[in-house]
């Protein structure tokens, strides 16, 4: 059996080499790149803190796809140490900025295109309502206890919530209701004081909060899903939440609680707009929105809906201008005859209505095709756009030009979160001496290995 030190000095590096490799010819072939990043600590006892690196994609065969570029190590509150990481990273894989779409996380350097994560939006939005109703805190706080004493009894399904995930809190205050009958059984017939049950009112605002609050875990599990979902999803799931919440009235019997979670119901409508509602005029996801055919132009008001379209033209044409070759200048015709022949042609088709070649007619085109995408009926909003694309990109040729661009972007970090288990898990109390390049290469490995099918 070799010794530990010779996979950890010779095959360790040399698989990562070439894996590096093989993800670099997949980077450098993209042709626009979005990046999600976050940062999470190592552990609660530690001032060391990750930021990880993910680039998203659409490749010229029109399938989505990624790349785990790395994480880093820094330290906590040094601010300028996360845009030095972000520059050296995009140099590391020769990512030029002229390539990057976006940047989704909470925040970038100013010299790139910064899109917030829309899930952490949304969690800062429903925990703003949460805290603004004291008897709601309490009730979750309570919540919180009960769950702490039983999790280990008969009862199943009983977790503890995580504060900063609100969902979350949504399954255990779900799973409290489920269980209900059980806990207040249980509860009942152990010693007098230990751990208090709910009161009957306590009951009612949190079967109300889970009323109010299921649209919004339902689209929270749609971002969330381990394909990261496009930022094309997410006008539609704010006008769609902004219309559920003007609609709402509680109908919860118990009138405290309607009233509290109806004043909870506000404070979330006003944070949505006030958070979100800037999106609409988002340049990225008015025409990432349009470009998908589950949504195009059905959630914008009529009054956006010729400047989009009118946005979308001026890219094509901006696109066209940028690769096509300057043209020659034709050679003058001697002739008399031909000069008045071409103009009586010209004549012929001004009066017939024929578009002539050039700018105009490129315009025509453009338009044409636009008109013809907006009258194909909706995909189903189950399905995926770019398998769509990749089958009708020959029937909508230029707009296709701009689906690798806009339809690229992740809607959230969520990728990025779910990886901490892994780089954690390489400085784990364990392995506390672990250096850093190793840990870091650990979990290059095995995010990326799966991605080429392991074949290195």
């Known amino acids: 059996m070799p010794n530990p030190n010779f996979f950890k000095e010779k095959v360790i590096p040399d698989i990562f080499e070439r894996v590096q490799n093989i993800m670099r010819t997949k980077i450098e072939s993209a ?28 490749s010229d065969e029109f399938e989505i796809q990624h790349g785990f570029l790395g994480s880093r190590l820094f330290s906590e509150g040094d601010g300028d140490a996360i845009s030095d990481i972000i520059n050296k990273m995009f140099m590391d894989w020769n990512i030029e900025q002229n390539r990057i779409h976006v940047v ?6 100013e010299n790139l295109q910064n899109e917030q994560c829309f899930l952490h939006t949304l969690q800062c939005a429903i925990m703003n309502s949460i805290k603004s109703q004291s ?6 706080v309570a919540s919180r206890k009960i769950v702490r004493h039983l999790k280990h009894s008969t ?5 503890q919530d995580v504060p900063n995930r609100w969902n979350s809190t949504y399954y255990m205050l779900q799973a409290l209701l489920e269980h209900k009958q059980n806990i207040t059984t249980m509860l009942a017939s152990q010693q007098l004081g230990k751990i208090q049950n709910l009161e009957g009112n306590q009951w009612s605002i949190l079967e109300a909060t889970i009323n109010l609050l299921q649209p919004f875990e339902e689209i929270t599990k749609i971002i969330s899903k381990a394909a990261p979902s496009c930022i094309s999803d997410v006008i539609p799931s704010i006008a769609s939440l902004q219309l559920y919440l003007s609609r709402y009235n509680s109908t919860n019997a118990n009138a405290n609680a309607s009233a509290k ?15 979100l509602n800037y999106l609409f005029g988002n340049e990225s996801y008015n025409l990432a929105t349009f470009l998908d055919p589950r949504y195009k132009l059905k959630f914008f008001p009529e009054t956006m809906r010729h400047s989009i379209k009118e946005n979308v033209i001026s890219k094509i044409l901006q696109i066209s201008a940028d690769s096509d070759p300057p043209s020659m200048a034709a050679k003058p015709e001697n002739s008399n005859t031909n000069v008045n022949s071409s103009k009586f042609w010209d004549c012929f088709n001004e009066a017939s209505g024929a578009q002539t070649h050039g700018s105009g007619s490129k315009n025509f085109t453009i338009r044409s095709e636009i008109e013809l995408y907006g009258s194909t009926p909706l995909l189903d909003r189950t399905k995926n756009p770019i398998d769509w694309w990749k089958s009708n990109k020959s029937v909508f040729p230029t707009l296709a030009t701009l689906v690798q661009k806009y339809l690229c972007a992740p809607a959230s970090c969520v990728y990025n979160e779910l990886l901490y288990s892994e780089p954690g898990n390489a400085y784990e109390d364990q392995r506390n001496l672990q250096i850093p390049k190793h840990g870091e290469t650990l979990a290059f490995l095995h995010h990326n290995l799966p991605l080429i099918n392991f074949k290195y």
């Open 31 to 58: 042709k626009h790149i979005s990046i999600t990043t976050d940062t999470s600590k190592i552990n609660n006892n530690s001032d060391e803190t990750f930021v990880s690196f993910t680039a998203h994609w659409i």
């Open 104 to 109: 989704v996380r909470d925040s970038v350097p």
């Open 135 to 140: 008897e709601i805190e309490e009730m979750i």
């Open 155 to 159: 009862i199943q399904n009983l977790t």
């Open 261 to 275: 979670v109806q004043t909870m119901k506000e404070e979330l409508e006003m944070s949505l707009t006030t958070r």
